[in-house]
T-cell receptor, first 112, second 115 residues
Framework: GENVEQHPSTLSVQEGDSAVIKCTYSDSASNYFPWYKQELGKGPQLIIDIRSNVGEKKDQRIAVTLNKTAKHFSLHITETQPEDSAVYFC???????????FGPGTSLSVIP | DAGVIQSPRHEVTEMGQEVTLRCKPISGHNSLFWYRQTMMRGLELLIY????????DSGMPEDRFSAKMPNASFSTLKIQPSEPRDSAVYFC?????????????FGEGSRLTVL
């Protein structure tokens, strides 16, 4: 089955700096790679996703890149703000069973 | 739209007791997922349903766990008997389940503490 790894586990940046979170996946057949943000006491919420036929996608301050050959994908947050502080999860969708497998998460702290 | 509704939000019980967690998915969504979140193991997929039918329960830890979806608007996750290692936050999520729409919509979770 699919296995998703994520680094770093914790990340601290100054407000206004950029943050980068990297993930790898194991199943070359996976075709959908979402990123979720979880705030304290709440369920994860989708912030951006990318499909296997696209190399990069941007939405305002957030961008995701995908390298299918290397089975890597990354989340980039520019001009970070204190409200970006949360736990971020990458994930990959197994095509065989329609399952979404999550990475272990990255706790991002943005220091004002 | 009310979103995914889970109950109870918090449950404290003693070892050996039965625990039932409940979930109401978003109306019209065809897929429903139960996840467990712990510090040690992160977000683990326990089971998921498509059109009320269990598709994959390979993540269910053991026979003490069972899940049902009697209709499109209700699902339960039951633990009997509960053990301290079952303490975690249990999330229910639903998804449209149609091709190309794979976003998961999570509830706010049920925090379970087994003493």
């Amino acid at each position: 089955g699919e296995n998703v790894e994520q680094h770093p586990s914790t990340l601290s940046v100054q407000e206004g700096d950029s943050a980068v979170i990297k993930c790898t996946y194991s199943d070359s057949a996976s075709n959908y790679f979402p990123w979720y943000k979880q705030e304290l006491g709440k369920g994860p919420q989708l912030i951006i996703d990318i499909r296997s036929n696209v190399g990069e996608k941007k939405d305002q301050r957030i961008a995701v890149t995908l390298n299918k050959t290397a089975k890597h994908f990354s989340l980039h947050i520019t001009e970070t703000q204190p409200e970006d502080s949360a736990v971020y999860f990458c994930a990959a969708r197994e095509t065989s069973y329609d399952k979404v497998i999550f990475g272990p998460g990255t706790s991002l702290s943005v220091i004002p | 739209d009310a979103g995914v509704i889970q109950s109870p939000r918090h449950e404290v019980t003693e070892m050996g007791q039965e625990v039932t967690l409940r979930c109401k998915p978003i109306s019209g969504h065809n897929s429903l997922f139960w996840y467990r979140q712990t510090m040690m193991r992160g977000l683990e997929l326990l089971i998921y349903f498509n059109n009320n039918v269990p598709i994959d329960d390979s993540g269910m830890p053991e026979d003490r766990f069972s899940a049902k979806m009697p209709n499109a608007s209700f699902s339960t996750l039951k633990i009997q008997p509960s053990e301290p290692r079952d303490s975690a936050v249990y999330f229910c999520a639903s998804s449209p389940g149609t091709s190309g729409t794979w976003e998961l919509f999570f509830g706010e979770g049920s925090r379970l503490t087994v003493l």
